[in-house]
Each structure stands twice: as structure tokens, then as C-alpha cells.
Antibody, heavy 120, light 107 residues
Framework: QVQLVQSGAEVKKPGASVKVSCKAF????????MHWVRQAPGQGLEWMGT????????RYVEKVQGRVAMTRDTSTTTLYMELSDLRSDDTAVYFC?????????????WGQGTLVTVSS | DFQMTQSPSSLSASVGDTVTITCRAS??????VAWYQQKPGKVPKVLIY???TLQSGVPSRFSGSGSGRDFTLTISSLQPEDVATYYC?????????FGPGTRVEIK
């Protein structure tokens, strides 16, 4: 069955970078768009960006543009999200989520989430 | 900037009540609106997509409607397991945008 398994929690200092992974199981990896969503403690959901897993094309929310890079490794069916120049307000649980084979599709499957804590 | 607002931000209702949550887009959008349920400490789960299509496996007491700027999630006959935060989402263009959420509790 479809599973998205994310890497473990991270603690980083302000100004550092973090790279979160999301390994996909149980479906054709390059047939579906993938997304990253984050949720600050006690707050709502914030969409960060999407990647076309077939050709690697990405689109990001303006708020993190220039600090985020979403990539994928088709040989290992793994998605990556790297966020640089971390700030305290980047502290959040980061989720990967599978979209559809069409770009405009909701998120049916989610990873378990990765807590990233930014603290000096 | 495009925004989705939700009302109310929280509500408390009795088991068996009908609950309605409203989402308003800052501009008219297509029918690419979804609703998610997130229980405490859990991952979000899609309930409704394309405004009114029920995701497979979701109980039929959940329904969605709306068009233009205004969209609604209705829970008929609220159950104890429906305690959660509910988010609307517009996915018709970048950025995919979530509403701020509505917390639903049992009275």
C-alpha cells in the first residue's frame, strides 16, 4: 500500500540548513506530484511547494522562495526538502504529501511528519 | 495575496447535531476546493475534494458544497470521533492555500 516515510526529528541553530527526506513506497513514484506542507506548533497548515517527480520541476510559495529546494531521487523513490538560513519561525512539523497524477489534485497520502526545531 | 478564511474558528456541538463550517476565498475560484480533518497529534486526512466529492472511505455524514467564493463543509449527526480541526484548501493554482482551520469539539 502507499506509504510515505520521513526522516527523524532535527534540531538546528539559526542560520543553519536542514534536509528532510521522504521515501515513497507502494506506487509508481514518478507518476504523482509531491508536496511539502508545514505546521508550526499549535498553528495551521502551510503549503510550501510542489515537485513534479517526473521531470523535477518545482514551484514554491513566495514566503520561502530562495531558501527552499525540493528535489527527488527516482532511483530510491525519495523526496528531499532542504531549507536554508533557518529562523526560529521555521520551527514546525514538516510533512510530505502525495498529490495526483494531475498537478491540480488534493493530498491523499501524507508522511508521518518531521519536527524541525530551530533554537540557539 | 490570495487567502482562504474560515468561520467559525471553533465550535462546540452535541452528538447528533448538524455542524456547518464555511470557507471564503479572497477571489472567485474554480471547484478545486478540498476539506481535510486533522485529529490531535495526527496527520491530516482528506474528506472532500472538488467541492463535493467524498473521498473513498469517508462517512457519508460529511458533505461539501459551494461555488465562486463560498464553500461549506457539513457534518450531519456529529459523532464523538469527529472531534478535530477542519481545514479547507484551494488547489486551483499556486500557491495551494489552506484556510486557518476550525476546531470542532463535543459539548
Amino acid at each position: 500500500q502507499v506509504q510515505l516515510v520521513q526522516s527523524g526529528a532535527e534540531v538546528k541553530k539559526p542560520g543553519a540548513s536542514v534536509k528532510v527526506s521522504c521515501k515513497a513506497f507502494g506506487y509508481s513514484f514518478t507518476s504523482y506530484y509531491m508536496h511539502w506542507v508545514r505546521q508550526a506548533p499549535g498553528q495551521g497548515l502551510e503549503w510550501m511547494g510542489t515537485i513534479n517527480t517526473s521531470d523535477g520541476e518545482t514551484r514554491y510559495v513566495e514566503k520561502v522562495q530562495g531558501r527552499v529546494a525540493m528535489t527527488r531521487d527516482t532511483s530510491t523513490t525519495t523526496l528531499y526538502m532542504e531549507l536554508s538560513d533557518l529562523r526560529s519561525d521555521d520551527t514546525a512539523v514538516y510533512f510530505c504529501a502525495r498529490g495526483g497524477w494531475l498537478e491540480l489534485w488534493p493530498f491523499e497520502y501524507w508522511g508521518q511528519g518531521t519536527l524541525v526545531t530551530v533554537s540557539s | 495575496d490570495f487567502q482562504m478564511t474560515q468561520s467559525p474558528s471553533s465550535l462546540s456541538a452535541s452528538v447528533g447535531d448538524t455542524v456547518t463550517i464555511t470557507c471564503r476565498a479572497s477571489q472567485g475560484i474554480s471547484n478545486l476546493v478540498a476539506w481535510y480533518q486533522q485529529k490531535p497529534g495526527k496527520v491530516p486526512k482528506v474528506l472532500i475534494y472538488a467541492v463535493s466529492t467524498l473521498q473513498s472511505g469517508v462517512p457519508s455524514r460529511f458533505s461539501g458544497s459551494g461555488s465562486g467564493r463560498d464553500f461549506t463543509l457539513t457534518i450531519s449527526s456529529l459523532q464523538p470521533e469527529d472531534v478535530a480541526t477542519y481545514y479547507c484548501q484551494s488547489y486551483n493554482s499556486v500557491p495551494w492555500t489552506f484556510g486557518p482551520g476550525t476546531r470542532v469539539e463535543i459539548k
